[in-house]
């Protein structure tokens, strides 16, 4: 039996194809190794976003040669579109498959093993062509609602590795949760490249997501990450549903509207905040969660600083912050005022530092409070992990072993440390 | 409401006719080739082969049967020079349309419309003029001079306000936020803003002192 490995760098989409490919592989005959084991296929899904992932791409690539020099290097994901050519002439890389055909790979080294040297640009376009996850995997399933994104902000490379926006039609999503809750996911992610560009023959995300909720069984839904500009007036209501989680990670980039502007971000700072403040209002603690870019060309420190009392005064529990990152191609690259790279890291650590307090004092404010976790994995001593609904890590002691449930409990401690987590006991 | 994005397989079209309005400025028309647009999309533009494309808001309308692009030369620019050194019969690469600027403003029911634009950010809205003549619309545009008031004739005189901060053969004399400051703004319209981010910035700080909604307020940021 072929043995294959994977390796998965960057986005929650990313996350999510590589373990459609890797049930595609595992349905067809392939044994799934660990990472680190030697494997006759090695699957790399690249990322490209910044620099930093560029150069991580390209070390996973050299390692996953050096580790398995017979085997077969497959390279796909965004890298794989923005630097093509260069993959396609480095040696150690056997296959470069883009985004859009990605779906395709089972069928590309199956026909490699019968003796077959296809391209993989000989194989269709099919950004919506992956199985249904296995849930031997996680408890947790993305369900790919769209992919590719036409907002073209002047800093972000996505436009152009992933395509225009195509949305998926509805009866497919339907019949993917329903196949995915089937195999006993309790829990779905709706994910995308930009989920708020939804639209399929006229129907956008809201009422696509009502139908999701519709479906029968015992299941909770999450959103992943959110344009601000990309819902409408009455999106806030569809969390009144007893299967939404209370969860949301809406990406505000900067606290500068000057900087929005030069982002080509379509919202101001006061509307994104009218937005948190709508959602408070009905579900005072909903948690928010967002990105945020320090140090984008022109940045001064008084928008900067913008930026950081915003983080602040929206309460955002986790903070991904980008260094801001040239992209060749895009507009912002061509702008003059590139700030140095340790101004970039000294607005970063700063922003750091106030999500840390952000996320301990939004623990602090949770405490008392029930939560529905999933349970993710229990150790040997009985100590189990998952995430409430608000998506918080969840620690508590079991007599089960077993994982995959739903268990009530109420949050009563938090576990400092690097990442913390909420302690809890059962109600 | 379902975006009309027919993207054409077809990316090398044929360049019909340059128009120079200023020495700067200029109108490229090419063949249609059966896109499907709305007023305020924009297309990647760029000479065949080149790596470089740059974005052009469409500046014909829907129903002409062919598509305009309104350019001005940028000093030190790339694409916006070499577009200016093509002529009839060359070939032009085109990607697109994409966007959704004016989308709200084509799609749903027309009410009052304040089109506020700066430079050659006055496209769309000559596009959508274009399409939509009879629809209850004002203009507010800003140039140095009146100069860049570009083909005046295709909108109704009453409707078109060009301020002018270098000149003064315009309806007002000064820069275009200095007009939003002194004159009355509805506060039902729907206001778009087309062009540099600088203005648009300074125009919404005024829009929103005056009262608008932020919803009522769309923007297009050219640089
Ligand atoms: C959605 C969108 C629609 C656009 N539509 C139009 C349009 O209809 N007509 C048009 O002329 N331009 C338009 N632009 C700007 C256009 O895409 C190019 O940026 C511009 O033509 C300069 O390109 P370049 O390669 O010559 O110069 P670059 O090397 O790309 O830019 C040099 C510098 O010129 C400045 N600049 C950019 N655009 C302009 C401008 N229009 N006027 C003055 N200075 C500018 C910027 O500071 C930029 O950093 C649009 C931009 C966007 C994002």
Redesign the pocket.
Known sequence: MKTVSFKTLGCRLNQYETDALLTQFHQAGYQVVDYSSPADITVINTCTVTNQSDQKSRNTISNAARKNKNGLVVVTGCMANNHKEQLESNEQVTYVVDNERKSQIVPLIDAHFKGEMIHPDSFSRDVFGFETVDQSLHTRTAIKVQDGCDN?C?YCIVPSVRGRAVSRPIGQILENVRSVIDNGFKEIVITGVNIGRYDHDGLRLEAAIEKILELPGDFRVRISSLEPDGFGPEFHRLFQHPKMTPHMHLCIQSGSDPILLKM?RMYTVKSFMNIIEKFRSEIPDFNFTTDVIVGFPGETEADFQLSLDLVKEAQFSHVHTFRYSRRKGT?AD???DQLEEKIKNQRSERVRKQAEENRLSYMQSMLGKRQRVLVERVDGKGMARGYGEHYLPVNFLTERRDRNWFTELTLDGIEPGESPTMKASVI | MQMMNVEVEKTVFVLEQVRHLTES?YVLRFSRNEMQFLPGQ?LALGLPGAK?L????I?SGVHDDFLE??????????????LKNISKGDEILVRGPR?F?LTPAAVSKPGKLLFISS???L??FHSFVRSYPDSDYSIVHGGRNISEAYDLEDYKKELFTICTSRGDKGDFPGRLTDFLLQNELDPKARVYLCG?SNMIYDAMDILHAKGLPQKQVFT????
Request: aromatic letters at 14%.
């Open positions: 073209f002047t080509r507009r061509r702008m003059d | 400025t924009h470089e740059r974005e052009y808001s500046y692009v309104l350019i001005k030369e940028v000093d030190d620019g790339i694409v916006s020079r070499q966007g600027f430079g050659t950010g496209a769309p540099n297009e940021v050219y640089f």
